[in-house]
T-cell receptor, first 111, second 115 residues
């Protein structure tokens, strides 16, 4: 089955810096890779997703890149702000609508 | 408002006392799923359902049951809860379109403590 590894487990940056979170997956058939943000005590919320037919997708300060050959994908957050502080989860699909999640990255943005 | 509603939000109970966590969505989504979230382990799928009367095991189904008698509801049943099922549980739903995965919408979570 699918296995998703996520690094780093914690990431501390200064406000305005960039943050990068990396994930690798094992199943070459995976073709959908969402990223979720979870604030303390809240539900996971989708922030961006990418499908295997594109290599990069951007939404304002957030971007995701996908390297199918190497089976890894990354989340890039530019110009970080304190409100970006949260736990971020990557995921990869196993077939239709079965998602396997990474173990999460706790991002702390200091003012 | 489009939402996934879970009840209860918090529950403390004892070993062996059957409990049900309800999940309801108002978006007419075909797909629904249950996850548990434990520190350091991320979100792990318990069961999922592709449509009414169609359910399948996820990665950690032991000790849980589900049913999908109506499209909007997907209850999670713990027949004989044990302390290792103490966790934060999330229900999620999404549309189902052939050939493409769709974003999942999560409920607010249910924190279960089993003593």
């Amino acid at each position: 089955g699918e296995n998703v590894e996520q690094h780093p487990s914690t990431l501390s940056v200064q406000e305005g810096d960039s943050a990068v979170i990396k994930c690798t997956y094992s199943d070459s058939a995976s073709n959908y890779f969402p990223w979720y943000k979870q604030e303390l005590g809240k539900r996971p919320q989708l922030i961006i997703d990418i499908r295997s037919n594109v290599g990069e997708k951007k939404d304002q300060r957030i971007a995701v890149t996908l390297n199918k050959t190497a089976k890894h994908f990354s989340l890039h957050i530019t110009e970080t702000q304190p409100e970006d502080s949260a736990v971020y989860f990557c995921a990869a699909n196993l077939g239709f609508q079965k998602l396997v999640f990474g173990t999460g990255t706790r991002l702390l943005v200091s003012p | 408002e489009a939402q996934v509603t879970q009840n209860p939000r918090y529950l403390i109970t004892v070993t062996g006392k059957k409990l049900t966590v309800t999940c309801s969505q108002n978006m007419n989504h075909e797909y629904m799923s249950w996850y548990r979230q434990d520190p350091g382990l991320g979100l792990r799928q318990i069961y999922y359902s592709m449509n009414v009367e169609v359910t399948d095991k996820g990665d950690v189904p032991e000790g849980y049951k589900v049913s999908r008698k109506e499209k909007r509801n997907f209850p999670l049943i713990l027949e004989s809860p044990s302390p290792n099922q103490t966790s934060l549980y999330f229900c999620a739903s999404s549309r189902r379109t052939d050939g493409f995965n769709q974003p999942q919408h999560f409920g607010d979570g249910t924190r279960l403590s089993i003593l």
